[in-house]
Antibody
Framework: QVQLVESGGGVVQPGRSLRLSCAAS????????MHWVRQAPGKGLEWVAV????????YYADSVKGRFTISRDNSKNTLYLQMNSLNPEDTAVYYC????????????????WGQGTLVTVSS | DIQMTQSPSSLSASVGDRVTITCRAS??????LNWYQHKPGTVPKLLIY???HLRSGVPSRFSGSGSGTEFTLTISGLQPEDFATYYC?????????FGQGTSVEIK
């Protein structure tokens, strides 16, 4: 079955960087788009970024654009999120999720999620 | 960017009640709308995709409807395990914004 396992979270000082990883198994990773979604303490879900199956493009939420970079290594079945210039507002549980499509409609949905990794930005 | 607004932000209901949550998009998104359930300490769970399609394995008491800018999630006969926060998300074009969430609490 599909497994997504995030790692790399932790406590980091404001202004520093952190790289999250999401190890995928149970499906052909190289044929699916992948997303990062986060949830800050006491807040709702926030979509962060998406990368298509071949890594040809990257798209971001306005709140992280220019600071975060989503990437993937299809040879390692791994998704990444490089987070630079972190600030306390980036404190959240970060989830990776697999994008599935409804037939050929172009309508994507997130059916499989990792357990999440907690990032705390604090001095 | 497309903004998603859910109402109400929270509601109290009893087991067996019919519950309706509304999600409005700031512009037309056709049926590019998904619904998720999220309980504390767990992973978000997809309930409905493409506005009205029930994910396999999700109880039939959950249903979704709507198109364009207004959508609803209905729970017909609330069960104890349904107390959670529900989110809509548009998937028309990036950024794929979530609504702010609707917390369904026990009355």
């Amino acid at each position: 079955q599909v497994q997504l396992v995030e790692s790399g979270g932790g406590v980091v000082q404001p202004g520093r960087s952190l790289r999250l990883s999401c190890a995928a198994s149970g499906f052909t990773f190289s044929t699916y788009g992948m997303h990062w979604v986060r949830q800050a303490p006491g807040k709702g879900l926030e979509w962060v970024a998406v990368i298509p199956f071949d890594g040809s493009n990257q798209y971001y939420a306005d709140s992280v654009k220019g600071r975060f970079t989503i990437s993937r290594d299809n040879s390692k079945n791994t998704l990444y999120l490089q987070m630079n210039s972190l600030n306390p507002e980036d404190t959240a549980v970060y989830y990776c999720a697999k994008g599935d499509y409804y037939d050929n409609s172009g309508i994507e949905y997130l059916q499989d999620w990792g357990q999440g990794t907690l990032v705390t930005v604090s001095s | 960017d497309i903004q998603m607004t859910q109402s109400p932000s929270s509601l109290s209901a009893s087991v067996g009640d019919r519950v309706t949550i509304t999600c409005r998009a700031s512009q037309s998104i056709a049926n590019y709308l998904n619904w998720y359930q999220h309980k504390p300490g767990t992973v978000p769970k997809l309930l409905i995709y493409a506005a009205s399609h029930l994910r396999s394995g999700v109880p039939s008491r959950f249903s979704g409807s709507g198109s364009g800018t207004e959508f609803t999630l209905t729970i017909s006969g609330l069960q104890p395990e349904d107390f959670a926060t529900y989110y809509c998300q548009h998937i028309l074009r990036t950024p794929f914004t979530f609504g702010q969430g609707t917390s369904v609490e026990i009355k």
